[in-house]
């Protein structure tokens, strides 16, 4: 259910930016940005970027996103998730960063880990990294990869984490 709401989050945000309750930027933070929305049953908070590269070039999707969301009606905090744009086989996507590997659990467009343990561990490697690959398999067969830039990330996780708390 928790992910049905940021799927459904994420698909406002992309969609209209028309309506008061949209996200709203906080701040940038080079290659990472932080929003706070209101869903009507409470703020959140979330830190996102867009990759710096894309492959294959060739293969049509929707736009990529990496996010750390905060949901704090729900006490939800640190959740890390990933969307390549285009609809995932079950269980192909893999965050890595440098010698640290990260499985991912998928449903439809989206990817996220599998528990609190995983997340806390994801967050730091990204604080201390440079940058962060998503390798996915599309239900196509057809292998993508996103390389994210992680300058920026900290302040802008801090920003989501403090407007949340």
Avoid at 118 to 132: F, N, P, Q, V
Wanted: charged fraction near 25%.
């Amino acid at each position: 259910m928790k992910k049905i709401i940021l799927i459904n989050l994420i698909s406002l945000f992309f969609l209209s930016f028309a309506n008061a309750n949209d996200p709203k930027s906080i701040g940038k933070f080079k290659n990472w940005e932080t929003f706070t929305y209101n869903d009507g049953k409470g703020k959140i908070c979330f830190a996102q970027t867009i990759p710096l590269e894309r492959s294959p070039k060739n293969f049509v999707r929707k736009p990529s996103r990496l996010f750390v969301t905060f949901r704090k009606s729900e006490k939800i905090r640190d959740e890390v998730s990933v969307t390549s744009g285009h609809e995932y086989k079950s269980s192909s996507v893999t965050a890595t960063s440098g010698k640290n590997e990260f499985s991912m659990f998928s449903q439809g467009n989206f990817a996220w880990l599998i528990d609190r343990e995983e997340e806390a561990s994801l967050i730091k490697t990204m604080k201390k990294a440079s940058r962060l690959s998503i390798l996915a398999k599309a239900n196509n067969g057809r292998q993508t990869k996103d390389l994210y830039s992680m300058m920026g990330f900290t302040k802008a996780y801090n920003a989501a984490k403090k407007n949340c708390a």
